[in-house]
């Protein structure tokens, strides 16, 4: 339809077989309601999912030819497969989704409303987390705290990856291939006209959620390492306190002496000290270490991903 804006979905997709069916159909529901005037494509993208994620995808690629699948050669990460979704994408805007269903996709007609009205970023905040328990909720607000205080960009609260973003975002995102990647960051980072929806989160639609509390403290270190170098700051003012600390203790130490106050010789106040000393500067060394590595990892520049399979889409001369 000549003259219709093209909106991409991108779904990065791992253990969830079972949910893709429904997860495709009320993506096709919701997109179908925003009118004829604007056109979709919906890019799942296949995290080397160890069950039969990929079969299910064929037979969904298969009965709509709007849809695109790409196939990892193995599990790269969720923010990498979020990566390979924008690169793929052809829409005036992208939306990223998870494939769960705790983020609903009728969601997305108040993010195409805002971005109408102008704005290039919308993101996707909740109000409420139902289906979860109380620690993955508390967890999960420590965790968006934490990283709002670490972090040199403002990070809005409560909010994940579920966001529209403008063409011209996509297109600024396209030239950030750090190895490191977190994906919510960047995009407030890029700046441009933002705002947000709230929404209620649901209870996953079925199975089990696959992003452990490893994976979401590894996001959390990718976060604050790749926006922030509070933690280096945060290490030398400990280092300072400390060394302070020292100091008015060797001056009370050295009065004591002079004023002729008897003490009692003892091992466990040099053990403790020894010991404390001894954790913060392997503790220092460590967050040291944190930086140089992805350092050393960037230095590299190796690809982000390997396609092993696509299916669907566009053909690459029209994609082009």
Same mark, same amino acid.
């Given at each position: 339809? &000549? ?8 779904? $990065? ?19 179908? &309601? ?14 080397? &999912?160890?069950?039969?994620? +990929? ?7 298969? #009965? ?6 790409? &196939? ?12 390979? /979704?924008l690169d793929a994408a052809r829409g005036d805007a992208a939306v990223i989704i998870d494939d769960d269903l705790q983020d609903p996709p009728e969601a997305v007609v108040a993010m195409v409303e805002k971005w109408r009205e102008g704005f290039q970023v919308v993101h ?6 139902? /289906?979860?328990?109380?620690?993955? *909720? ?8 934490? +990283?709002? #205080? ?21 297109? @600024? ?14 995009? @407030?980072?890029?700046?441009? *006209? ?12 079925? /199975? ?46 050295? @009065? ?20 404390? +000393? ?24 190796? $690809? ?10 566009? $053909? ?5």
């Amino acid at each position: 339809m &000549s003259g219709a804006r093209l909106l991409s979905v991108i779904v $990065p997709v791992y253990g969830s077989e079972s949910i893709l069916p429904e997860t495709h159909r009320r993506l096709s529901e919701m997109l179908t &309601s925003l009118g004829p005037e604007l056109e979709h494509e919906i890019i799942f993208v296949n995290d080397g &999912s160890p069950d039969g994620a +990929m079969d299910a995808l064929r037979v969904i690629s298969a #009965s709509d030819p709007r849809v695109l699948v790409i &196939s990892f050669s193995r599990n790269f990460g969720h923010q990498v497969a979020i990566t390979a /979704g924008l690169d793929a994408a052809r829409g005036d805007a992208a939306v990223i989704i998870d494939d769960d269903l705790q983020d609903p996709p009728e969601a997305v007609v108040a993010m195409v409303e805002k971005w109408r009205e102008g704005f290039q970023v919308v993101h996707g905040v909740r109000s409420e987390r139902n /289906g979860e328990t109380w620690f993955k *909720r508390a967890s999960a607000s420590i965790f968006y705290r934490v +990283m709002q #205080s670490l972090s040199d960009t403002p990070l809005p609260l409560d909010s994940g990856d579920f966001r529209l973003i403008d063409r011209i975002v996509i297109d @600024a995102l396209a030239g950030m291939r750090e190895e490191s990647r977190y994906v919510r960051g960047m995009v @407030a980072w890029t700046g441009f *006209r933002q705002c947000q929806v709230t929404y209620v989160r649901e209870a996953r639609f079925a /199975g089990t959620g696959s992003y452990t509390m490893r994976r979401m403290l590894k996001l959390a270190i990718d976060g604050a390492l790749s926006f922030s170098v509070r933690p280096l700051q945060v290490m030398s003012h400990i280092g300072l306190l400390v060394t302070g600390g020292a100091t008015l203790w060797g001056l009370w130490l050295i @009065a004591e002496r002079l004023l002729g106050v008897a003490t009692v010789p003892g091992w466990t106040s040099t053990v403790v000290a020894v010991l404390f +000393m001894g954790g913060l500067q392997l503790v220092s060394l460590g967050v040291l270490g944190a930086y140089l590595g992805r350092i050393f990892y960037e230095t590299k520049r190796r $690809p982000l991903y390997f396609v092993a399979e696509r299916i669907g889409g566009k $053909p690459d001369d029209e994609a082009a």
